[in-house]
């Protein structure tokens, strides 16, 4: 008798979604990918993917897309809101490729969407698709959708992002915490700002309450800058009439000339408020399992909220393949293997909220003392997050 072949679902077309999508397929399985929205689109601006990421989608065979439309900037430097001091300077690229044999890279959002999802069957993504429910049958998960679709795949996985519908219904309703910040973010021609000669890099400036990040994305053609402020509550309807360039140069009132420079060489300055959940004590109920958002949202304070979903869909579908007898117990495997991972993340980006938005002071100075000493933010001081390899699963016992 021919052997069915082994079901995955997975819901949410995101990057996380699609990547998983994509190392699942990779490792032999059937994969489909529903999308609640009627075409795959991000909103966003750029990612700051660390080697680590970037590995995995080169493994994945998306490398032609990936290097033609992102950036491989040659140095992150952190500066002084005010007089623009250097406070932390460290090499990228090449640096990053040699140690770990994957460049650090600047892309948009969209753009990374758009290269992931050409490697993954159309007609294996489902769009108008919104999950409404599902159960554990045993040997399946039956799940159903808001258009009348139904599906009974083996193992269904969310990766419907912080707002996820198949979280809510594993583990019950939860609203997501605002966390105090708000982003105003924007994306400048560089032909408006050649005069700056920014160096091709990553550039983070910090200052009171606030911070602000900018990088080249789009092959280079267009900076990306999100800047952070801090903001005691968030309403959504009065916030977005507000989000114009003007207010955001009003949030960033005295700051350094560049930085009021970039921000006013925008068309249109978009805003959106961070949210943020408690890490989860686990992830996976029988059949049913979550990555990315879904599970461990983070703060964006150490650049690794798309990677680590990255790396979700490479554990689980190392996981999956090696245990071929009982793949609904391989699920508690991944969640073992990246909780601890993904948790320490999730600490280290809230103490760099913390780091990041110093009053100027005795605090602040003690900080950029310990900045200038240690190389924090350099390749080899990050071997630990950029050589990691969720996909070897020898190297770890659980």
């Not at 560089?190 to 602000?212: K, M, N, T, Y």
């Not at 605090?363 to 969720?390: F, I, M, N, T």
């Amino acid at each position: 008798m021919t052997r069915q072949p082994f079901r995955i679902a997975v819901i949410g077309g995101g990057i996380g979604g699609l990547t998983a999508g994509l190392s699942l397929r990779q490792a032999g399985f059937e994969v489909d990918v529903y999308e609640q929205a009627p075409v795959l689109t991000h909103i966003g601006g750029g990612i700051n993917m660390g080697p680590n990421a970037a590995r995995i989608l080169l493994r994945l065979g998306l490398s032609e897309g990936l290097l033609r439309e992102g950036v491989r900037p040659r140095s992150t430097h952190q500066r002084r809101w005010d007089d623009g001091r250097t406070l932390q300077r460290a090499p990228l690229n090449p640096q990053c490729e040699q140690l770990y044999g994957a460049p650090h890279i600047t892309i948009h959002r969209a753009d990374l969407l758009a290269v992931i999802s050409s490697g993954f069957p159309a007609e294996r993504i489902h769009l108008g698709h919104r999950l409404i429910g599902l159960a554990d049958r045993g040997d399946h998960v039956e799940a159903w959708f808001d258009n009348g679709a139904r599906i009974t795949p083996d193992i269904l996985v969310g990766a419907d992002g912080i707002h996820s519908a198949v979280r809510g219904i594993l583990f019950g309703e939860e609203a997501p915490r605002f966390a105090g910040c708000v982003a105003y973010r924007g994306l400048v021609p560089v032909e408006r700002i050649a005069d700056l000669g920014l160096e091709l890099g990553s550039q983070s400036w910090v200052g009171p309450g606030a911070h602000l990040v900018h990088y080249f994305v789009s092959r280079g053609q267009l900076l990306n800058f999100v800047g952070w402020t801090e903001h005691d509550e968030w309403n959504r309807e009065d916030w977005t009439d507000r989000a114009t360039v003007g207010r955001a140069l009003a949030a960033f009132e005295g700051w350094h000339p560049q930085v009021r420079r970039i921000i006013g060489a925008a068309d249109e300055c978009f805003i959106w408020a961070l949210f943020d959940r408690d890490p989860l004590p686990r992830w996976s109920v029988g059949r049913v399992t979550l990555l990315g958002d879904a599970c461990h949202p983070m703060y964006p304070f150490m650049g690794q909220g798309a990677a680590q979903a990255i790396e979700d869909g490479a554990a689980l579908a190392a996981c999956l393949a090696a245990e071929t007898d009982d793949r609904a117990g391989a699920l508690g495997r991944y969640e073992r293997l990246r909780l601890p991972r993904v948790t320490r993340l999730q600490e280290l980006s809230r103490a760099n909220k913390l780091r990041f938005h110093m009053r100027d002071g005795p605090g602040q100075v003690a900080r950029d003392a310990e900045w200038a000493r240690a190389a924090d933010r350099s390749p080899d001081a990050l071997r630990w997050l950029y050589e990691h390899d969720p996909a070897a699963l020898d190297l770890v016992r659980v």
